[in-house]
């Protein structure tokens, strides 16, 4: 079988696991979108994902899902951040991208918000949340009142950037090559989810990124909304 035919097959093992766990779980498959993660994957192997039928790519990069983009500027797909971004690349993420799932600061929203009103660009994103409380990763700490106060600080300021439109949240867990060792960290961002969304009331925060290659099955069961799928579609990275 070669590479094309590989992705093809590996892709369409994952939407059928996709929605036969959400059929398990009492849910609909069409409410949970597969974000193929194609950090450091060659452009041939994209282009038979997107050509394979998959419609959403996500990169870790800025420059390099940009270089992407615009190499594969003929194929129809949706492009969305979800690495840590630098606030210096805000620019470069306003322009490229379509969503944004690692808004971590202030700092970094009111720059997108500059570049996008330049653009008349409106840009979804989701709020990164750390919520195994890794210093090694970005994204807000919820564990202390004090935490807690900082984020409704800054999403108090960043609801009112016309040009961002709040979605939700992202979370990565802790890593664990035992997907149900993730489950209590992904009960607990659907709890939080759910907590934002009472406190925002005006606002939709439907969406709940969370679940890779080795758990999104859980992450499903758990209410993931969006899953960042790379290794299980595209192989190893070269």
């Known amino acids: 079988m070669d590479q094309a035919a590989e992705i093809q097959q590996r892709y369409h093992e994952i939407q059928e696991n996709i929605s036969s766990t959400a059929a398990r ?14 950090k450091k994957q060659p452009i041939e192997k994209i282009s038979a994902y997107i050509l394979a039928g998959g419609t959403i790519l996500g990169e870790n990069y800025p420059e390099e899902g940009a270089e992407k983009r615009q190499a594969l500027a003929s194929l129809k797909a949706e492009w969305q951040m979800v690495g840590h971004v630098q606030s210096r690349k805000a620019a470069l993420v306003a322009r490229h991208f379509d969503y944004i799932h690692s808004l971590d600061s202030f700092k970094l929203a009111s720059k997108l918000q500059t ?37 409704w600080l800054d999403l108090d300021r960043i609801i009112l950037l016309p040009n ?3 979605r939700g949240i992202m979370i990565m867990p802790p890593f664990s090559s035992i997907a149900e060792e993730s489950r209590p960290y992904f009960i607990q961002a659907r709890e939080f989810l759910a907590t934002l969304q009472k406190r925002y009331p005006t606002l939709s925060l439907g969406q709940l990124s969370m679940g ?5 099955t859980t992450a499903i069961e758990e209410g993931a909304t969006m899953v960042r799928i790379g290794t299980a579609i595209f192989g190893e990275r070269d």
Not at 121 to 131: D, G
Not at 212 to 216: A, F, P, V
Request: a negative charge; aromatic letters at 6%.
């Open 212 to 216: 890779t290659s080795l758990d999104y």
């Open 164 to 166: 961002l439109i709040w």
């Open 115 to 151: 570049s996008l009103a330049e653009q008349d660009k409106r840009l979804p994103f989701l709020i990164e949340v750390n919520i195994g409380a890794e210093s090694n990763k970005s994204g807000y700490l919820i564990q202390s009142d004090a935490e807690l106060d900082k984020l």
């Open 25 to 38: 779980s009492g849910r609909d498959p069409a409410n949970i979108r597969l974000i193929a993660v194609s």
